[in-house]
């Protein structure tokens, strides 16, 4: 059973249309399962109603005139329900009816089972036979698992529209409908709207043939000169980008560089033309193999590099063929959209027109979701249903925030992303003016609102009014390197920032890799990475990483006035900030002792486990600063997996359990007097910044878009006012609760205008 379950699965799924998915599945069923007939039935949007959809046994005229009410028949009552139905008397059961004009005869044997995805009855699939027939546990189980598993392609259908055109049979494919809507996951926050660009690999690999020469040497030559000209490429993008990159992420190009090496790509397709092949088959050979490689891994980040490998074997084809990329015309409102988008891409737009990106493979972790949150362009990465191939010109909308690309908007969206975007704009500019006054509340009470920086550069931050540094996520230049970076490569970067914010206080997180964090030259390939090897547990295991950085952390501060703070992450236990100390106290002796005139660092514990929860009065009696890292917190006392789209929505940070857990810290840290700020997402939205400040944070730390929004909200509020809002919230049993209250007290105190209101 098992593999024919699996086979009518891949049948189903390699189909064309819908509609041939689902003839297909009900022959499929109907032969695996030896009856006379097999059916589908859909639910109409009004969900009121079932639409045979699909069907083998009954009349073919069958398919789209028949469709019953929920209180109709069998199938209504499977709806119903929304359990399986398995007779082997129909004919007995009082909602049995008979619809004799399709052919419809006294089918005695009855199993029905729902088609159900995320708690929605989307279907009813049945199989029926005129001889008595109970079907057994294995064959209604059979059913059960294969509506399961078809579920999800029915629940794609409806989000496409092809349910709504197969119902109403306008043959309307989904892109020709207004409001189409594509999901992903959101790679960079806001809204762009524009005209799709499709961006095409400019040749295919696949097309090449495997020949043999016998010129080898003009073979080379021809070799030579498409490599050098791509390498020109490379170094005029690099450029191009020079201003506006920071330099790590202009760090990418080198490493595109250096895959064109001898010692790399190039040397490995010159000894297979050396071996007779001739240069296009060289090289689709050697970048196969090379991108078979990276896709074999299971680390998400090195598979991703494959894509690079790809790009680059393309742009050399291009030239090997002198089939130079077709100029694409690119409108002043650009969204670049393609099976696989890569920075090479990117950097072909012209930046002034480029208004998102929509990119069907990839995803937070890639390399153009890094340069486009760097640009600050909207994007959505892994839209894995969206059709690229097919909408080359048609409008559409990126909201990056919820990532959802929506097609052919109609006039009623775009509308509503106009306001949106033109309130975003004037609120960004009236909140600009923001900039110089300090965050207090109106009774007198001082918050510090520091920055997260990782991906953007510091000009921003301190533009925005940025009072210091509460996480640098120094995973990230070390995520753009092919190596780890030295101590004084390292030092240089540090210093960069530690010199621009001068004399606020840094906070530098000592490296969280692990988890959604993959370095592609230290691999963890792991079955839970999440509760497995990351962040301090890695670095204490590999001193030499960890002293490396403590050195370079505390010579980048060297003569600066600002304090350095030195965040550990992921800690669980009191004897890993112990061995953590004590190496930062020998990675300051030795700098010491190199004769370089440094201060003692500040220390502090990032709570974002639940056991340092229970432990923080210890944890603040040992260090310098407690922070909490509410977007693992969140993760870790909810256990939803924060990059799981499938349990999304049962992420809250606002839950009562993780809010009473960060009332419980603020109260540890009050009694041991030890500094405490927070620096997860919930410190940069309005809801969670009233309710942390009245908890006693002292320092907000968020990304830099969301800082003059939270100073403008804690200017409008008095402490003792957020206070009582805080503790009628800790009385509350649930997220939803919390939220409907927060927001009718910020709206009712005219803050309404920055909580998210389109969604
Ligand atoms: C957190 O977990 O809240 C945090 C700030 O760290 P990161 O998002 O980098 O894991
Ligand atoms: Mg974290």
């Known amino acids: 059973m098992l593999n024919t379950l699996r086979s009518i699965v891949q049948d189903v799924a390699g189909a064309g249309s819908f509609r041939e998915q689902l003839n297909l599945l009900v022959h499929d069923v109907r032969v695996a399962l030896g009856t006379e007939v097999c059916s589908i039935y859909l639910m109409s949007s009004s969900r009121e109603e079932l639409l045979l959809a699909a069907n083998e046994g009954f009349k073919p005229e069958a398919v789209g005139s028949v469709s019953l009410s929920l209180d109709q028949g069998l199938v209504g009552l499977v709806a119903q329900r929304a359990e399986p139905i398995n007779l082997n008397n129909a004919g007995m059961h009082p909602r049995f009816i008979l619809i004799p004009e399709i052919g419809e005869e006294a089918f005695h044997a009855f199993l029905g089972v729902p088609v159900i995805d995320h708690r929605q009855v989307l279907g009813v699939l049945v199989v029926q036979q005129r001889e008595r027939r109970k079907f057994d546990e294995s064959e209604e189980a059979f059913l059960v698992t294969l509506s399961a598993q078809l ?47 499709l961006i095409h690999p400019p040749a295919s690999l696949e097309a090449v043939s495997d020949k043999v020469t016998d010129d080898v040497s003009t073979e080379l030559q021809v070799l030579d000169r498409a490599i050098e000209s791509v390498r020109e490429d490379i170094r005029r993008i690099s450029q191009q980008f020079s201003s506006s990159l920071p330099r790590e992420e202009l760090a990418l190009f080198d490493v595109y560089l250096h895959m064109l090496d001898d010692n790399a790509l190039a040397g490995d397709i010159r000894d297979r033309v050396r071996k007779g092949s001739w240069a296009q088959g060289a090289l689709k050979q050697v970048i196969h193999e090379h991108v078979r490689r990276f896709e074999a891994m299971e680390d998400p980040y090195i598979r991703e590099r494959g894509a690079d490998v790809k790009d680059l074997g393309l742009r050399v084809l291009g030239y090997l063929q002198d089939i130079r990329a077709k100029k694409t015309y690119f409108p002043d409102a650009t969204i670049l959209v393609g099976e696989e988008v890569t920075p090479g891409m990117l950097a072909e737009v012209p930046a002034d027109r480029l208004r998102g990106i929509v990119s069907v493979r990839g995803s937070v972790n890639s390399h153009l979701a890094i340069l486009a949150q760097s640009l600050d362009i909207p994007a959505v990465m892994g839209a894995i249903d969206f059709p690229a191939a097919n909408v080359d010109g048609i409008p559409l909308v990126v909201d990056g925030f919820y990532g959802e690309v929506i097609c052919n908007p109609s006039t009623a969206t775009i509308e ?22 300090k965050c207090v509340t109106l009774d007198g009470w001082r918050v510090g609102l520091w920055v997260n920086i990782g991906l953007t550069g510091v000009g921003r931050s301190l533009d925005r009014g940025a009072e210091g540094i509460g996480l640098f996520r120094t995973e990230i230049p070390f995520m753009t390197k092919d190596r780890f970076p030295s101590e004084e490569e390292q030092r240089v970067i540090y210093r960069e920032h530690m010199v621009a914010f001068e004399p606020k206080p840094v906070t530098m997180r000592t490296l969280d890799v692990g988890g959604d964090k993959a370095l592609s030259y230290f691999p963890i390939s792991e079955e839970n990475p999440f509760l497995g090897w990351r962040g301090i547990r890695v670095t204490l295991d590999h001193p030499e ?9 505390l010579k980048a501060n060297a003569g ?77 006392m909810l256990a939803v997996d924060r990059n799981n789209p499938r349990v999304a929505d049962l992420y809250h940070e606002t839950h009562p359990a993780v809010l009473t857990a960060l009332r419980d810290v603020a109260k540890a840290a009050q009694t041991e007097n030890t500094y405490l700020g927070i620096c997860g997402e919930l410190a940069g939205n309005a809801v969670g910044a009233v309710l942390l400040m009245a908890m006693g944070y002292r320092v907000l730390s968020m990304n830099e878009t969301s800082l003059p929004k939270v100073k403008w909200v804690l200017r409008n509020v008095k402490r003792s006012d957020a206070r009582r809002m805080l503790a009628r919230v800790l009385r509350m049993d649930t997220h939803e609760e919390v939220q409907a209250f927060m927001h009718q007290q910020l709206i009712r105190a005219g803050l309404g205008r920055v909580l998210p209101s389109h969604h």
Do not use: C, W
């Open 545 to 553: 990483i960890f002293m490396v950085q403590a050195r370079a952390m």
């Open 416 to 437: 509503h992303y106009e306001t949106l975007m033109a309130g975003e704009r004037a609120l960004a500019e009236e909140l600009d003016q923001l900039r110089d006054y």
């Open 560 to 636: 600066l006035k600002g304090d350095l703070r030195i965040m550990l992450p992921m800690i669980t236990s009191i004897s890993e900030v112990e061995e953590a100390m004590s190496l930062v106290e020998r990675a300051y002796q030795e700098v010491l002792e190199e004769g370089v005139e440094v201060k003692q660092p500040q220390i502090g514990v990032m709570v974002e486990v639940p056991a340092a929860v229970y432990q923080a009065k210890r944890l603040a009696s040992m260090v310098d600063f407690l922070a909490v890292g509410s977007n693992d917190l969140t993760q870790y």
């Open 151 to 197: 579920a999800g392609i029915i629940a794609h259908a409806e989000a496409t529209g092809d349910v709504a055109s197969l119902i109403a049979d306008s043959g309307e494919s989904a892109l020709e409908r207004a409001d189409a809507i594509f999901r992903g996951v959101g790679g960079t926050p806001g809204i762009g709207k524009g005209t799709a660009v």
